[in-house]
């Protein structure tokens, strides 16, 4: 028995001392990672880097790194990697810092902070462009044999307030690793850029990644400030309307039919709102559905036109903007007459108006004759 007990005493010491590894120690000195650098990757896209703190004492334990973005906009994240990449605006310039730290079940040790800068690029005040704003758009693709749906994108900004008249601007956009520079522009008076149009990108249909633009420029007079702005593509995505509507009256049966619009996005995305309205007495219904056809019950009396728009549904990605409401189709009966009767009308109208003018003359001219006769007679 004191031999069993003897072992177990030395059992549990080796289970405490291997816990004692294993586990966080409250008297362990976390040193701060070393060699953090901020490097530009891309438009509006950082990679920072750090090294482990090679001081730091080694024992079997994870650490991690605690990363902390200081500007333009306030973000922390945990990462056990010795790197990180972000998609940020860079105009106003990026800082960062990253410290090392310990977690347990009931407490967190840390290192101290090391930080790191990228400064705002140079250039004058209210020379920037201003009120930067982009859409894009879905065509079918009929020249490539890899991508059915092409994506167009159409950008348009205000002149800085300050900036000199011989200003020029030029915009890029990134989206994924693809960046490519404006060739189309539009120009204001002055012949300066103000907007710019690509028929044809490497953006995705379905893509959720963000869309980076960077609009810089140029001026013999002063240091032009760039400015660059991150895009969500579900919000500013210019949905097709729907295709081919059709609407029929059966007595007071009114339906409706149409066709998904041109998108990428399969029959089962969409969401649709029907507009009908009723000519006669201005009254207006809308109604929201999931479906591509639509029954309703109208005043037959009445003329009526329909109107039919799409979005892309909450189920397919987040929700966005709604398209332009497709052509009207008119149906129904118009409460004027048509031109035809009313021309019938007034002809006839004329007509027993002549007539009756002519029996008056008639009357007055055979009048005498009349009274002639009936004397010859006496």
């Excluded at 650098?37 to 790194?65: C, F, H, M, S």
């Excluded at 930080?115 to 009120?131: F, K, Q, R």
């Amino acid at each position: 028995m004191i031999i069993v007990a003897h072992v177990l005493l030395i059992l549990l010491g080796a289970t405490e001392i291997l816990q004692a590894d294993l586990l966080p120690d409250e008297k362990i000195s976390l040193l701060p990672p070393v060699n953090f650098t901020i490097k530009v990757t891309g438009l509006a896209q950082v990679l920072l880097q750090w090294k482990p703190n090679p001081d730091q004492e080694q024992r079997n334990v994870n650490l991690e790194y605690q990363v902390k973005i200081n500007a333009p906009k306030e973000d922390d994240y945990e990462t056990r990697i010795t790197e990180s990449k972000c998609v940020t605006i860079l105009h106003k310039g990026f800082s960062a810092s990253v410290r090392t730290i310990l977690q347990s079940d009931h407490s967190l040790l840390a290192s101290s902070w090391v930080s790191a800068e990228l400064h705002a690029p140079p250039g004058s005040p209210g020379t920037s462009i201003v009120n930067l704003t982009c859409t894009t758009n879905t065509t079918e693709d009929n020249y490539s044999r890899l991508r059915s749906y092409q994506v167009s994108l159409h950008c348009t900004w205000l002149v800085g307030t300050d900036a000199p008249e011989d200003t020029q601007y030029f915009l890029y956009y990134r989206y994924g690793s693809w960046t490519e520079e404006c060739q189309e522009y539009s120009k204001d008076t002055l012949g300066r850029n103000i907007a710019c149009w690509f028929p044809r990108t490497f953006i995705l249909s379905k893509g959720r990644d963000w869309l980076a633009v960077l609009v810089n420029g140029s001026s013999k007079h002063s240091a032009i400030k760039p400015f660059d702005q991150l895009f969500a593509l579900h919000a500013i995505d210019q949905i097709n309307p729907p295709l081919n509507v059709t609407a029929e009256i059966e007595g007071t049966r009114l339906s409706i039919q149409w066709e998904k619009p041109v998108s990428a996005f399969p029959i089962h995305c969409f969401d649709y709102e029907v507009k009908i309205h009723n000519t006669r007495n201005g009254y207006l219904q809308i109604e929201k559905l999931m479906t591509n056809a639509f029954i309703s019950i109208i005043d037959d009396l009445s003329k009526h036109d329909v109107q039919v728009r799409a979005a892309v549904s909450s189920m397919c990605r987040e929700a966005g903007l709604w398209s332009e409401w497709s052509q009207p189709i008119y149906v129904g009966n118009d409460e004027h007459k048509p031109l035809r009767e009313w021309f019938l009308i007034v002809i006839m109208a004329t007509i027993c108006f002549i007539l009756l003018i002519l029996s008056l003359i008639c009357k007055i001219k055979l009048g005498p004759v009349r009274r002639k006769l009936k004397s010859s007679v006496i």
